[in-house]
């Protein structure tokens, strides 16, 4: 572990599991490197607030899962993508899923963790609220996976119009970018087939994210 990094380490001397995941980063490691690129303090911080939430989560983690080379290289990949992260936000989930990284919800024949933690990184500010919205309208019209048409597709883009502060046609351009990370389906009405209901579905991937995340 590089001496940077005895800053953190005393803060949790009383969190046995915290204590090895800190101690478990090997001098010159890929995060170690990434980790002294940056400026002290902001490091810190990241790191202080991704070290807080895992402190605070439930898991079923223990030393000898630490200690497997399969779990270092998921929490070397979720270092080196929290460390990179400015929004305390999203710090918190990469911590929820690195504490769910034993879930059930990941099945290694078909979902890679590499690919939850790109979708996440991948994410912007905008991008979060569009999906924590879409859950809201899910929720107040008792809307389950996997019944996962949204038919409020106006609803949705008046809210998110009325929230960011932009027109109609930015929060419509907002939701088609995000339908590249797989976690919705926009599905547009097409008139040369007399489709006139637009509509987005949330997808499996999405759910499997937002248990593992807590989002």
Same mark, same amino acid.
């Given at each position: 572990?590089?001496?940077?990094l005895h800053f %953190?380490l005393?803060?949790?001397?009383?969190n046995?599991? +915290?204590?090895?995941?800190?101690k478990s980063l090997?001098?010159g490691?890929i995060?170690?490197?990434?980790?002294? *690129?940056? $400026?002290?303090?902001?490091k810190?911080?990241? +790191?202080k607030e991704?070290?807080d939430?895992?402190?605070?989560g439930?898991t079923?983690?223990?030393?000898?899962?630490?200690?497997?080379d399969?779990f270092? $290289?998921k929490?070397y990949i979720?270092?080196?993508a929290?460390?990179?992260s400015?929004?305390?936000?999203? %710090?918190?989930?990469?911590? $929820?899923l690195?504490?769910?990284?034993?879930?059930d919800?990941?099945?290694?024949?078909y979902d890679?963790?590499?690919?939850?933690?790109?979708?996440l990184?991948?994410?912007?500010?905008?991008?979060?609220?569009?999906?924590?919205?879409?859950?809201?309208?899910e929720?107040?019209?008792?809307?389950?996976?996997p019944?996962?048409?949204i038919?409020?597709?106006?609803?949705?883009?008046?809210k %998110?119009?009325?929230?960011l *502060? %932009?027109s109609?046609?930015?929060?419509e351009?907002?939701?088609?970018?995000?339908?590249r990370?797989?976690?919705i389906?926009?599905?547009?009405g097409?008139?040369?087939?007399?489709?006139?209901h637009?509509?987005?579905?949330t997808t499996e991937?999405? $759910?499997?994210?937002?248990?593992?995340v +807590?989002?």
């Open positions: 572990m590089n001496d940077q %953190i005393t803060d949790y001397s009383d046995k599991l +915290l204590q090895l995941l800190i090997p001098h490691s995060a170690d490197n990434i980790l002294l *690129s940056f $400026h002290t303090k902001e810190e911080r990241r +790191l991704f070290f939430e895992i402190s605070k439930n079923t983690l223990n030393e000898q899962d630490i200690l497997n399969d270092l $290289h929490y979720t270092l080196n929290v460390v990179q400015k929004r305390t936000e999203k %710090i918190q989930y990469f911590a $929820h690195l504490l769910n990284s034993k879930s919800l990941i099945n290694e024949d890679s963790y590499e690919d939850f933690i790109k979708v990184d991948d994410l912007s500010f905008q991008e979060f609220y569009i999906l924590k919205t879409i859950v809201e309208i929720t107040i019209n008792e809307i389950s996976f019944r996962k048409s038919g409020h597709y106006k609803t949705l883009i008046q %998110i119009s009325s929230d *502060s %932009i109609e046609n930015e929060a351009s907002l939701i088609v970018r995000l339908n990370t797989g976690l389906i926009l599905n547009k097409n008139v040369y087939k007399q489709e006139v637009n509509y987005v579905i991937l999405f $759910h499997k994210l937002k248990k593992l +807590l989002l």
